[in-house]
């Protein structure tokens, strides 16, 4: 019998476990099984297997492909066999007359008057029972039972709506009486709530009883899959009368519930003593509006409608308004229609087979909805009946349906490229126009209320169509501030109203579409996403700027001789100049010297004033007599009173690292005179932050659970909360800053870090003028934060503490990703060194923008400090761009150019195909996952897994045995391609997109990978979309952005005759080299040691630095990788000095070798994965997914070479090479 690793049938379990592997079990380990020995009675796993093939080469094995032949679980015999009355006792009887399976205990005590009770081994005479139509008839009953809970809980969930709606109705009405009525409110809810109680109790049970045979059921089908085929004539005779009588009860069950549980139980308040209580005047009011009426936008507000069945994030397609005003929205993204109520709440969805594209009303309760998926092309009509979506009717169509709209008893339809005439029957009446200069150019349709006018969007060519009843062409629209009209709608009055797609615009047309009456909502009201957001259809407004107030502005205005006001227009430019070039999309940029900002600053002031969160203190200040100003901690210089450094800052010491106050400095000075400066007081306000810390907690414990926060951000959050907040200084004596407002401290300004951030908010009031709609709007806006961690107790703590102590309904920060630091080869980035490559000086490097978004968010430092490096940008840029994903898509795209005169081909798909395709849907799924938790690495390391898949797949299928089909679904994965890569490497994605000759409507992300490019689709001339960067590029701009390091060595003049150039560098004796790498290891063990005590910045740095300088003097004593000629370098067959001494030269990659920490790492990881592979070869795992681990292996066996400084293209040591002797 089979050995198993638990109980088959487990508690609370609807499924059966899998058999175990003998061996590992003896050892109490829990492996799977792999085969079964039909000699030694055992299983196996993959690794065992081995070892018994080599033991028992005759013995016959079977693997999972042959698993009828495996013994039947004796668990799963168990089950069948125990009885449901006894549970101890085994079934070894059948009576005949009642048809029912018993133990020796049930033929006692309840068959002994029955003539017909035999054993079981004499009832499997005959043909034995089809089990696998017993299975059927369970699935279906299954489905039928889970639809019947689903009842069950769908009128539970309406009925607690339907109790939130009435409670709320009582509680208005309550509000609209006197007091008199309270008793009679409290009598209401009370009954309210003792019939709730009760209904759903009896919900509750009914339910339960479902779930409770839906399960039993299901454990009766598992177990019958076990024993199919495998000749237990009895195990199946007793499964089938068991599965039988379940049968039995289930039906009986249904059709006692089931038109019960469809029935729908509601609250109803009794609303009649408002009316009795109120006189109206009447019940609605008349309103004259014409077609030309321009609309007024009052105000935008958002809702949710997700639901937790749905699978996917939400992608509207299309809405209406029925004249209940109810309102549908087809959800394109999970295949349903849904319905909400007049809050805007889902109260019932339908789903469809396929994905909806567009939907029209026909009547007061049904629409109809065009659903597209591969040859499926129909109209579903669906209707609203108590509350509940009904799908109707069906019409089946031979050209895809886009666009619908209705008109007495005609139907329109358009398919991209033409408008269809159709009866309500679904019969062609007419093709009304067509235009197939491009794939979107008939794309959504209307019809006015009259019908003699149907309207129509060109998406390719940015046009609003005119059409009369027969086609004819009446007029068209065209206007700069519409691109990729898509939405479309004609209203009751006969207003025209269309939607861009690219412009993220809404125009108001006049009737009869030929004009622009309003520009109703632009991008500036929220109508438009960053890169990934739009590309999942969120609402999103993406916004940066320039803080340009503070000290760090006035010392530098007065080192460059400018005015602060002239300093900031100069950077303002320049920043807004580097975001331009690396294709940074905000949505406005803006600065803090507004007047918005001094408005919105002094108002957040007042409401803080206001509500006691403002305190005064005298603060000592270091005073300049000469200048007659206090001086800002930027203004004063000394010696740090920790360290000693005798350079310091009035606010923080460079050399450790600490923040200071300028009156602790030793020796102070003035930095704009020079002059010794003296302590005297100053009155300053303060933000009272121990006040605001309670209201501050109650957020951060939500947001903490709700939101998306680094560990980083939530650490140093709680580490000040930790420590106890203290009240912190908003105020500066200064002239350059927002003038704070209050009588007595008018001469003076805000601290910059108190009005700063409130530049986010002033920034979107300059964007645009309905700014309160994202900033004074918490419940339907989420406050993202994008940010180094050095500044996260600015934007975590003071600004959200300032914001919720105004008290004024401000939206405050919900989510925060904070880096850790980037650093710059084995250094830090430093302008005053010189030390990397700035984003100004970028530009000027000759490498294209997309190339450093690519190499900078590779390296992200999400979870621990990385570093910027000139030779893994090149490796990434030649290895990872130019060669995989680059080659992939060149290559697809070469074939389709050259092979099929640009045209994608007719697909017929093999196995290989379905696994290279479920291979790739992995990881847009992923991607989904880690862009929306800001694991933008990860997302990366996606994208190329799905350019390496597509070339391992068109390596292993040779292109000219299935070649139509196979590059024609490569270009649909460098479809794809492009769409992932558009946050990421916008230039290149449009690039991709223009050679494709993508569709717009590409531009969404879905979980599953989706063919956009159908058969006939004519794509561009492709071109490469990487150029290599040379090796002496890569020199040039290390050297050029290397910056002011230690001082070199001085080394000996050159000589002539022969003698090293100026450039060779002089061998050092053995001896001192032997010296030198001593001192390096000893001082690198010091380093590490200081690190991990976690010593001061300033220690660690002095310590780093005297390690670099002895690893520069090491590099200058070893011997040189090469001589030249002209060098004293020897001939071809001349012998050197030293005759019989060989010198060893070690070549490096680049010159680069990385920290033994980070060979050791590598190392592990190589072993790891050649670990991995092996044992998918070992399983005899698919060769798609092991070509793929091999791929990885391969990289990490690079990486592990240029980090041990090894030629990473070279033969191992000591391998030969193929076709030649050593």
């Known amino acids: 019998m089979a050995t198993f690793s638990q109980s088959t049938v ?144 769908t009128n539970m969930q309406s009925l607690q709506v339907s109790y939130n709606k009435q409670l709320d109705k009582i509680r208005q009405t309550r509000q609209k009486i006197n007091a008199i009525l309270d008793k009679i409110e409290k009598n209401t809810i009370k009954e309210l709530d003792d019939m709730m109680a009760n209904l759903k109790a009896s919900f509750k049970t009914d339910s339960d009883n479902c779930s409770k045979l839906k399960n ?85 507000s958002e809702y949710n409608v997700r639901i937790p069945s749905d699978s996917c994030n939400c992608y509207i397609t299309a809405i209406c308004v029925l004249s209940s005003d109810q309102i549908l929205v087809a959800d394109n993204g999970n295949k349903c229609v849904k319905l909400l109520d007049q809050q805007y709440k889902v109260v019932a969805h339908c789903d469809l087979n396929a994905l909806p594209s567009d939907m029209c009303q026909i009547t007061s309760s049904e629409v109809a909805v065009t659903v597209n998926k591969d040859k499926t092309h129909e109209v579903q009509f669906v209707s609203v009946n108590g509350g509940r979506l009904v799908k109707g009717r069906k019409l089946q169509f031979q050209h895809e349906c886009c666009g619908i709209a209705h008109d007495q008893k005609d139907l329109y339809l358009t398919d991209g490229t033409a408008l269809y005439k159709y009866s309500m029957r679904g019969d062609l009446m007419k093709k009304l126009y067509e235009d197939t200069s491009g794939y979107s150019t008939v794309w959504k349709c209307a019809v006015n209320q009259t019908g003699d006018k149907i309207f129509v969007t060109n998406y390719d060519y940015h046009k609003v169509l005119t059409l009369a009843r027969d086609g004819t062409i009446l007029c068209t629209f065209t206007d700069p501030d519409l691109d990729s009209p898509d939405g479309l ?59 340009e107030y503070g000290t760090a502005t006035e010392t530098k205005a007065i080192a460059e001789g400018l005015t602060p006001q002239q300093i900031c227009e100069k950077y303002s430019a320049l920043h807004r100049d580097i975001y331009k070039w690396f294709n940074i999309d905000f949505d406005y940029f803006g600065r803090t010297t507004t007047e918005q900002q001094k408005v919105i600053a002094q108002d957040i002031f007042w409401h803080l004033h206001k509500n006691g969160y403002v305190l005064t203190n005298s603060v000592e200040q270091l005073h300049c007599e000469n200048c007659d100003r206090f001086l800002a901690d930027r203004f004063a210089e000394g010696t740090c009173p920790m360290c000693k450094y005798d350079d310091a800052r009035g606010d923080q010491c460079d050399a450790c690292g600490k923040l200071i106050n300028a009156v602790e400095l030793i020796n102070p000075k003035c930095k704009l005179c020079g002059n010794r400066p003296k302590v005297r007081s100053s009155e300053h306000l303060f933000l009272d932050l121990p006040k605001a810390e309670p209201k501050l907690q109650v957020h951060l414990d939500s947001v903490f659970q709700t939101g998306l926060w680094t560990n980083n951000a939530k650490v140093i959050t709680k580490s000040w909360i930790r420590d106890g907040l203290k009240p912190r200084c908003i105020s500066r004596d200064l002239k350059w800053g927002i003038p704070v407002p209050l009588e007595g ?9 108190f009005d700063a951030p409130i530049g986010y908010i002033s920034i979107t009031a300059n964007y645009t003028e309905h700014w309160a709609h994202w900033w004074k709007n918490p419940e339907h806006v989420q406050l993202y934060n994008f940010l180094g961690k050095d500044n996260v107790p600015f934007h975590s703590v003071i600004f959200p503490a300032s914001l919720l102590g105004a008290d004024d309904h401000y939206t405050v920060v919900g989510h925060m990703s904070a880096t850790e630091y980037l650093n710059y080869e084995d250094g830090k980035f430093s302008k005053s060194r010189g030390t990397g490559v700035f984003g100004d000086q970028a530009r000027d490097t000759g490498i294209p923008a997309d190339i450093y978004r690519f190499y900078l968010l590779y390296v992200r430092p999400e979870t621990q400090d990385s570093s910027f490096s000139w030779d893994d940008l090149f490796l990434k840029n030649n290895s990872e761009l130019l060669n995989n994903l680059g080659n992939f898509i060149n290559r697809a795209l070469m074939f389709v150019s050259n092979s099929f005169g640009g045209s994608i081909q007719q697909m017929d798909h093999s196995a290989d195909d379905f696994n290279l395709i479920a291979l790739v849907t992995r990881e847009p799924r992923s991607y989904i996952d880690n862009m929306e938790n800001a694991r933008i690495r990860d997302s990366i390391r996606n994208i190329l897994s799905i350019s390496r898949l597509g070339n391992e797949f068109m390596q292993e299928n040779k292109p000219w045995s299935r070649a139509g089909t196979l590059v024609s679904l490569a270009a649909n994965l460098a479809c794809l391609l492009s769409v992932l890569l558009h946050p990421f490497m916008p230039e290149v994605s449009a690039t991709i997109q223009r050679q494709l000759n993508a569709p717009q409507s590409c531009n969404v992300v879905y979980e599953d990978f989706v063919c956009h490019l159908d058969p006939g689709h004519k794509i561009e001339q492709p071109s490469p979309l990487f150029q290599k960067i040379e090796a002496s590029t890569i020199a040039e701009l290390k050297k050029r952005f290397a910056g002011q390091g230690p001082a070199a060595p001085s080394k000996p003049k050159p000589k002539k005759g022969g003698e090293p150039s100026q450039n060779s560098q002089t061998a050092t004796s053995p001896v001192e080299v032997e010296r030198l790498q001593g001192e390096v290891t000893s001082q690198a063990n010091k380093v590490r040691d200081l690190k991990a005590k976690k010593a001061e910045n300033g220690v660690i740095d002095a310590e780093v630095k005297i390690l670099l300088d002895l690893k520069k003097q090491l590099a200058d004593a070893q011997v040189p990788s090469a001589v030249t000629e002209t060098g004293g370098g020897k001939k071809k067959g001349e012998k050197g000095d030293q005759p019989g001494v060989k010198q060893e030269v070690k070549v490096t990659a680049n010159n680069v070798t990385s920290s033994p920490a980070e060979v050791e790492r590598l190392n592990k990881l190589v072993t790891e994965q050649g670990n991995k592979v092996r044992e998918l070869k070992t399983a005899k795992a698919g060769k798609v997914l092991v070509d793929t681990e091999v791929s990885k292996l391969l990289d990490l066996k690079r990486r592990l070479a240029l980090a041990q400084g090894e030629n990473p293209d070279a033969s191992p040591a000591g391998g030969k090479q193929k076709g030649k002797k050593k």
């Open 10 to 153: 487990a508690k609370g379990s609807d499924s059966f476990t899998d058999f175990c592997c003998s061996p590992c079990l003896e050892q109490n380990i829990d492996q799977w099984a792999a085969f079964y020995c039909n000699n030694c009675l055992k299983l196996y796993c993959a690794k065992c297997i081995n070892l018994h093939g080599q033991l028992f080469g005759k013995h016959v094995t079977y693997g999972r492909g042959d698993t009828s032949k495996w013994p039947v679980l004796k668990e799963v015999e168990d089950f069948f066999q125990k009885c449901y009355l006894h549970e101890d006792k085994r079934l070894e009887m059948f009576c005949n007359d009642h048809s029912q399976l018993c133990c020796t205990n049930c033929a006692f005590l309840n068959h002994r008057q029955c003539a017909k009770v035999t054993l079981i081994s004499e009832s499997v005479k005959g043909p034995p029972p089809d089990l696998q139509k017993v299975s059927k008839k369970i699935q279906t009953i299954l489905e039928t039972l889970k639809k019947l809970e689903n009842d069950w809980n």
């Open 216 to 300: 039993e059921l299901k454990q009766l089908s598992d177990a019958i899959h076990d024993i199919v085929d495998k000749g237990k004539a009895e195990l199946a005779f007793i499964a089938s009368k068991k599965c039988l009588e379940k049968i039995r009860q289930s039906e009986t069950y249904l059709k006692e519930n089931a038109v019960q549980a469809e029935r729908l139980v509601t609250f109803q308040a009794d609303m009649d003593i408002e009316q009795f209580v109120f006189t109206l005047s009447g019940l609605g009011r008349i309103v004259l509006s014409y077609p030309d009426q321009v609309f007024t936008v009052q105000g935008k």
């Open 489 to 547: 709608h004609v209203t009751a009055q006969g207003q025209v109203l269309v939607c861009g797609a690219v412009s993220n615009t809404i125009l108001q047309l006049n009737g009869e579409g030929r004009k622009k009456l309003a520009t109703l909502a632009t991008k500036r009201d929220g109508l438009r996403y960053p890169r990934y957001c739009r590309l999942r259809n969120y609402n999103v407004l993406y916004i940066c700027g320039t803080d």
């Open 745 to 753: 401290f008018t001469d003076k300004v805000f601290y910059v870090w």
